[in-house]
T-cell receptor, first 116, second 111 residues
Framework: SAVISQKPSRDICQRGTSLTIQCQVD?????MFWYRQQPGQSLTLIAT?????????ESGFVIDKFPISRPNLTFSTLTVSNMSPEDSSIYLC?????????????FGPGTRLTVL | GQNIDQPTEMTATEGAIVQINCTYQ??????LFWYQQHAGEAPTFLSY????GLEEKGRFSSFLSRSKGYSYLLLKELQMKDSASYLC????????????FGTGTRLKVLA
């Protein structure tokens, strides 16, 4: 399975600022996903990011708030814009196994964001 | 809509067997996944079921019944390190490759 790293691992930010989270994979992957996990909750998909196309956002998430870049097959960024305390959460990226027969996803270690 | 349900919390004793259930109602189905997530860590892949029946992997087994929209994760010979959240996820919604995650089950293993 792919090895996935995320930066930063955690951050504390002020209201109204923006934070860009990086996701790096050690192999080329087609499908990358960004999730949010609020304290004590399960994972909620923010968007699907494929290289060479615009990200596809889920209901309740918009590009102006969560712009995503996917410049190549090993890297993606998620920006949390104009942050408020409600954005405090863990943000995780995942990639789909290159063995497309199972659609298995593997997750990065996550970025723990606290907004004051 | 899409709905995946799991019990919120379960408690079991070290050495015992525990079964974590997952029921789903989704507009499509192409597979069901179980993930383990320790506090403060990323989810790690445990198992995948696409056909009815039982898949066994060491101390962990996962069962699927597509006609009933039902799966369970069976953990045998529980160890303290099995204390974690267990997440059920379904894939196969039409036109997408995305997962829909269940609510997650927090399992506490007691000595």
């Amino acid at each position: 399975s792919a090895v996935i790293s995320q930066k930063p691992s955690r951050d504390i930010c002020q209201r109204g600022t923006s934070l860009t989270i990086q996701c790096q994979v050690d192999s080329q992957v087609t499908m990358m996903f960004w999730y949010r996990q609020q304290p004590g909750q399960s994972l909620t998909l923010i968007a699907t990011a494929n290289q060479g196309s615009e990200a596809t956002y889920e209901s309740g998430f918009v590009i102006d708030k969560f712009p995503i870049s996917r410049p190549n097959l090993t890297f993606s960024t998620l920006t949390v814009s104009n942050m408020s305390p409600e954005d405090s959460s863990i943000y995780l990226c995942s990639v789909e196994d290159n063995d497309r027969t199972t659609d298995t996803q593997y997750f990065g270690p996550g970025t723990r964001l606290t907004v004051l | 809509g899409q709905n995946i349900d799991q019990p919120t919390e379960m408690t079991a004793t070290e050495g015992a067997i525990v079964q974590i259930n997952c029921t789903y109602q989704t507009s499509g189905f192409n597979g069901l996944f179980w993930y383990q997530q320790h506090a403060g860590e990323a989810p790690t892949f445990l198992s995948y079921n696409v056909l009815d029946g039982l898949e066994e992997k060491g101390r962990f087994s996962s069962f699927l019944s597509r006609s009933k929209g039902y799966s369970y994760l069976l953990l045998k010979e529980l160890q303290m390190k099995d204390s974690a959240s267990y997440l059920c996820a379904v894939t196969g919604l039409p036109g997408t490759y995305k997962y829909i995650f269940g609510t997650g089950t927090r399992l506490k293993v007691l000595a």
